[in-house]
């Protein structure tokens, strides 16, 4: 197929799904997808154009090319046109609505925050007029079966396009097509701005388990609206973005970015670790002439701030999951925390057990002095850290919580440099206590 | 509402939507959100019962309460029921069935692998024989709108059940009641067998861009079906499988976990590290008597150790986001891992100049001894450890996938231990070659 003739590639390729045909054009060398892309008819390039992986798109930045998807783009639907947009690089994108006939409104809906419900919804939705029947609403989806492309929920509105309610589906089946839509019409109980934050959109969608959510303007207009797969793109989002976060990584970035903005999302996080182990540094620097009487303490730092790092990350990654499925511990706070201490008091006991008894058996053989006091020391220490820890790594998240901040952000540098800090000063501190 | 009168609360709360009860009675005392439970009707309670907090069952487990919810869970179809009992505790779960008329085949469903299609579908989905016609589906939904709680593609089988193709929704508002089904189906192109691994069903799902997938058995006859909402439910299960891997806790986690179940998922993650630490512990060992002599280094441990785990765990991160995009870097490998490791390469020119600085500056005013060397070693060894730690993170996730493992696990525990081992040994090593 590489080399061989476009004619006959095309026809063998031409009844694969969609997917299929993007994964073939990333395995071939860029001048030949490119050759494919060309000779594509209309229809499947749509196809490939709305599928295609934006690190292609780099690869095809050509003028031929970007002539030939300008022409497709065109020949999409606005939502669609949006979407497709939203998901290339940015300067790409603004690059291809040139000379579209809707290049002003496209670039508009481009520059929406990401976040707010405006950029989920869907603005091509079917809706009534609350004077209308059954049998209209019927009717209209029979006309512009061509360009819907999936069936959900019919909003109904008056003359102003308020909303003033919805039609489902299923209704349309069961009731006769001269039934009033006002007979049918549920309530409009759950709506959102758009300017609604996508986090509480989905918070909303889950706590009352609905799947059709209308999207309207700060007078009621109806605007668009968020259905069951596009929670489930912002449901992904917000996963992603926790994990990001979690991980010590901007939000923003991408798995195709070049070595600018690897360094532009990763450098400020690194940095400001830097400064969580400069203090870490500063503990272990104010304990300089204890470690020149006994260097075998410095070996124990590793262990203390690995179990510290440990603990908290393990506690504050069970609160993050517990703020995100919407639990709030008004009534249940002291409970749960007790559980966790309870927990991390278990997990330290059997921690510091094992420490301490590999240093009692196997420390003497190795040339260790006072093994018993330095077992006793690793014992006590790793105990107090991870209750310490523990507590720390599930509070914090819940105080970042209430001060409006992401809890996510606090497992990726907060709690990792916290525990760095408390685990070496609670170390030397018990050891200058017991060892010295 | 609290003490008043029971008739009075429950006029109250009778038209809140089921979540905001739920809420309610999540902030009673245990003794009142009973009496508030047994008061109610039965509708409400239905409601009530398949809203409600794993954590408030506990709360309930007395006999009167056991008593009221088995009769509603008598009330409720089989789909519902398994979904309600599957996020139960499991023994309180059990419990609820007993007496239950289909007391064997809810325990069954409820013993099913979690993480397969099956205990994801839905069992009660339309079907259409192959030799009806619109007309027979749209009566099919009109006799039975009580029971069915959402209306999605309808699935045609053969006399045996076997998977014959797919009706759209929109088809049936399109057509004339007397197409017959064969002629709007659409084959059978996507389909999971209930073995099928939720991750590869949401894989194929986002791959192909569906939103309604057949579960069949192994004779391709039909079990069930998985639409949008399920769809939805397993890709946060997977994000949340995900997150708490990450953060080194056992995917079976819960927030609503006792002190022993907080040990037992979050345990053997902390002995794994100290294995990792202890390897880290017996590097600095083994350079004991350069620390005799300038017990100064140890204050660098945690820098280098807290800058190789953010920067792997970075590398990690994104990897571990591009597999779970479905990436696969089959011909994009090595220009994926050069950008990684320019970014780190920079990254880590910025971090050891920034410490080296600090050093060379700062340190003579603290009375450390050959300042310009110390600062030359951590400038060297901050620049290497970046490096190494960020195309370790960045690989490992890969090679974990191709080991069939997954590549979450990496960041949890993995990733952090070898960036600690990594670190030291690189800065203790070159503080031998540029510091002694």
């Known amino acids: 197929v590489r080399e061989g003739d476009g004619r006959k590639a095309l026809a063998a390729v031409r009844r694969w799904p969609v997917a299929d045909i993007v994964a073939l054009l990333m395995s071939l060398r860029s001048k030949d997808a490119r050759r494919l892309i060309e000779i594509m008819p209309d229809e499947t390039g749509l196809g490939v154009l709305s599928e295609i992986d934006p690190h292609l798109h780099a690869l095809l930045a050509e003028e031929e090319t970007k002539a030939k998807f300008r022409k497709l783009l065109r020949k999409l ?108 019409m549920q309530p409009p109980r759950f709506f959102v701005t758009a300017e609604t934050d996508q986090e509480d959109v989905l918070a909303l969608a889950t706590k009352y388990n609905i799947q059709n959510l209308a999207v309207v303007d700060g007078e009621g207009r109806l605007l668009g609206g968020i259905a069951a797969q596009e929670l489930r793109e912002i449901s992904s989002e917000e996963a992603k973005e926790d994990m990001l976060l979690m991980g010590g990584v901007s939000p923003e970035a991408s798995e195709f970015d070049g070595p600018v903005r690897i360094v532009r999302s990763r450098l400020p996080w690194i940095l400001l670790g830097l400064i969580g182990s400069g203090l870490s540094a500063s503990v272990i620097g104010s304990f300089e002439t204890a470690l020149t009487e006994a260097a075998i ?132 501190t018990v050891a200058s206590l017991i060892y010295f």
């Open 77 to 184: 639907d606005q939502d669609r046109a949006i979407r497709l947009l939203d998901e290339m690089p940015r300067p790409y994108a603004l690059d291809l609505i040139e000379g579209h006939p809707h290049a002003a409104e496209l670039r508009e809906a481009l520059e929406t925050n990401d976040d707010l419900a405006s950029a989920h919804m869907r603005r091509g939705i079917l809706t009534a007029r609350e004077d209308g029947t059954i049998g209209e609403i019927i009717a209209d989806i029979r006309a512009r079966s061509e360009e819907i492309d999936r069936l959900e929920r019919v909003y109904v509105v008056d003359h102003a396009r308020h909303l003033k309610g919805s039609v489902r589906l299923r209704d349309l089946i069961l009731y006769d097509d001269d039934t009033p839509v006002v007979q049918v």
């Open 297 to 428: 303490l410095a070996s124990f730092i590793p262990v203390v701030m690995g179990t510290a790092g440990n603990v908290g990350v393990q506690a504050s990654t069970m609160s993050i999951q517990a703020i995100g499925s919407g639990v709030e511990w008004s009534g249940d706070f002291l409970p749960r925390l007790g559980r966790e201490l309870l927990g991390a008091a278990i997990n330290g006991v059997v921690v510091g057990a094992v420490v301490g008894l590999l240093v009692l058996f196997i420390g003497p053989s190795i040339g260790v002095e006072r093994a018993q006091h330095l077992a006793l020391t690793c014992a006590a220490a790793l105990l107090i850290v991870t209750m310490v820890a523990g507590s720390y790594g599930a509070l914090v998240p819940f105080i970042l919580k209430k001060l409006k901040l992401d809890p996510a952000v606090a497992t990726g540098i907060f709690i990792n440099t916290a525990n760095d800090v408390f685990g070496v000063l609670i170390f030397f």
